[in-house]
């Protein structure tokens, strides 16, 4: 562990390990009255004891960049038995970074803790099972340099089974708490099972391609400085359908578990080293992260809420109504899924006030190039809407992996008091949407939705399953368009999913029974099989 920091004891201590802790005002006191204070480290300016007085005792460790052992914070420190250093000379730390307090011949230093032994805790966490559905207590704290040296890793053959594992026990009790996969205008289980076999014999090729210009960890990072850039079920999407696919062709016999080891780790490694940098705090999805994706950094959050005007019963009815018309109309866009819609968060506001940041992408022509959209023209060519509501009128509260939010009562929206509506134009840009707009963006957004259906329903069922087929497989794309490499890749369906269709994957009930065997009704415990 190297040291960082040296400066007095307040009294000849053990060494302890904790998590820093900025504490610059009172309100940071008193926002952490009810925390579990043992771990944290607390980080100071002032040499004054009053500052901290209400939660000193509880405290792991305490570092004051001044004072001297005649400071109140000192002599308090001493009575308490809390680990102390004053005057102490401090690189910057921020929050959630591991120190361990020490004494050095008569000195006192701050060593940070070695990565290596967060990565270690890391990999212990993705090796427990979880309850019944698959839900275990993130209970580690990951700082920024542990981040990158879980991100630098090497993914060796026993790190790729406990990943994949990990993410086939998380996926399992998902899939059945899922509604049925049924469509009027789109053969759900057919386009599903082509799209994620498509993306086993495709994805090796186009991550190398992307990662080569741009490392999925660059990605993340970029596509985390603000909303409606991609979702994060897009990123989720990169690990767990191109694993589905595999499931389901071992289940057909036409791949060994064994088999293609090297594709796996590759593309299994890019979309861990996406949503680690994405994600920012060691979790791989929302279910790691309790059932919470908190990604937006703290001041665009601040930004979005602070543009949010309280509610009248005109707004909130013009506001469900605008929910309602583009949620309709992204479902038929993306056909009949909802990976055009995506809810980040719940992000702390005030009180019990918290805010989702819910995103709808791609409304018009697009990164993804469909082909259904070219001529589209929508009002705008994606929606942000700042939420906030009062936590504390549901008992239960969650956003699931793919990125919808369910609560207990249900209704998110009727407890929504304040909202504000941004709209994306096409070079990136946005504006804040006036109350009185909303009506409006919703009638012209109707128009699209009809303009769209008509050419959907005019399909017959093949032209239906291809183009939802296409839909799916074509997530890379915006990833591919930031690393500006979309045409270096081939995104035509390769010809051995071609192959596949019409036999087996144009009937329903074969592709069901493929699809619901490989990755549901099997004796694993979750949905994916080990590669060795």
């Known amino acids: 562990m190297s040291i960082i920091g040296k400066g007095t004891p307040s009294y000849t201590f053990a060494p302890v390990t904790g998590t820093i802790r900025n504490f610059r005002s009172p309100e940071d006191v008193i926002a952490s009255l009810d925390s579990d204070l043992e771990d944290t480290v607390a980080l100071v300016a002032s040499g004054g004891t009053t500052f901290l007085s209400p939660i000193l005792g509880r405290l792991g460790g305490i570092i004051c960049r001044d004072g001297t052992l005649r400071s109140h914070l000192a002599i308090v420190s001493r009575e308490f038995e809390v680990p102390c250093l004053v005057g102490t000379d401090l690189t910057e730390l921020t929050d959630g970074t591991r120190v361990t307090l020490d004494i050095d011949d008569g000195a006192g230093v701050v060593r940070e803790s070695a990565s290596a032994?967060?990565?270690?805790?890391?990999?212990?966490?993705?090796?427990?099972?979880?309850?019944?559905?698959?839900?275990?207590?993130?209970?580690?704290t990951v700082p920024p340099a542990a981040l990158?040296?879980?991100?630098?890793?090497?993914?060796?053959?026993?790190?790729?089974?406990?990943?994949?594992?990990?993410?086939?026990?998380?996926?399992?009790?998902?899939?059945?708490?899922?509604?049925?996969?049924?469509?009027?205008?789109?053969?759900?289980?057919?386009?599903?099972?082509?799209?994620?076999?498509?993306?086993?014999?495709?994805?090796?090729?186009?991550?190398?391609?992307?990662?080569?210009?741009m490392p999925a960890e660059e990605l993340g990072r970029r596509l985390r400085t603000g909303p409606n850039q991609v979702s994060p079920l897009w990123i989720w999407m990169i690990g767990y359908h191109y694993l589905c696919g595999r499931e389901c062709l071992i289940n057909m016999g036409k791949v060994r578990r064994d088999e293609r080891r090297d594709e796996v780790r590759a593309v299994v490694d890019f979309w861990r080293r996406l949503a680690l940098a994405h994600r920012g705090d060691g979790t791989l999805d929302y279910k790691d992260a309790g059932f919470t994706n908190r990604y937006l950094p703290g001041e665009v959050v601040t930004e979005l809420t602070d543009a949010a005007t309280a509610l009248d019963p005109a707004g909130a009815k013009a506001l469900k109504r605008l929910n309602a018309t583009v949620s309709g109309y992204s479902f038929l866009y993306f056909c009949d899924s909802r990976v055009g819609i995506c809810d980040s968060g719940p992000y702390p506001y005030s009180g019990d006030q918290q805010t989702i940041v819910r995103d709808y992408l791609s409304l018009g022509p697009s990164a993804w190039a469909y082909p259904w959209a070219e001529d589209l023209e929508p009002p705008y060519a994606g929606l942000t809407m700042a939420l906030v509501f009062d936590r504390?009128?549901?008992?239960?509260?969650?956003?699931?992996?793919?990125?919808?939010?369910?609560?207990?009562?249900?209704?998110?929206?009727?407890?929504?008091?304040?909202?504000?509506?941004?709209?994306?134009?096409?070079?990136?840009?946005?504006?804040?949407?006036?109350?009185?707009?909303w009506p409006e963006v919703a009638a012209e957004l109707s128009k699209s939705h009809m303009k769209l259906y008509q050419r959907f329903a005019a399909m017959d069922r093949r032209e239906r399953i291809l183009a939802a087929t296409t839909m799916y497989t074509s997530g890379l794309r915006p990833f591919a368009a930031l690393a500006g490499v979309t045409d270096q890749i081939d995104w035509s369906l390769s010809p051995d999913t071609l192959a596949l269709y019409p036999d087996p994957f144009d009937d329903d009930d074969q592709a069901a029974a493929i699809f619901g065997t490989a990755l549901v009704a099997n004796d694993m415990p979750g949905s994916f099989s080990p590669v060795r």
């Open 148 to 213: 990158d040296a879980l991100i630098a890793e090497e993914l060796t053959d026993e790190r790729l089974d406990d990943l994949v594992q990990h993410m086939g026990r998380a996926f399992k009790p998902e899939m059945t708490r899922r509604s049925g996969f049924t469509s009027e205008l789109f053969p759900m289980l057919p386009y599903m099972s082509l799209s994620v076999i498509e993306d086993f014999h495709s994805y090796a090729r186009r991550v190398a391609t992307i990662d080569a210009a």
């Open 392 to 437: 504390s009128a549901f008992t239960e509260f969650e956003i699931n992996d793919w990125g919808t939010t369910f609560t207990e009562p249900d209704q998110l929206l009727t407890a929504v008091r304040k909202a504000a509506v941004f709209g994306y134009r096409t070079d990136g840009t946005r504006e804040l949407l006036d109350a009185t707009a």
């Open 117 to 140: 032994d967060v990565r270690e805790q890391w990999w212990d966490y993705i090796r427990r099972v979880g309850d019944e559905i698959a839900v275990k207590d993130f209970d580690l």
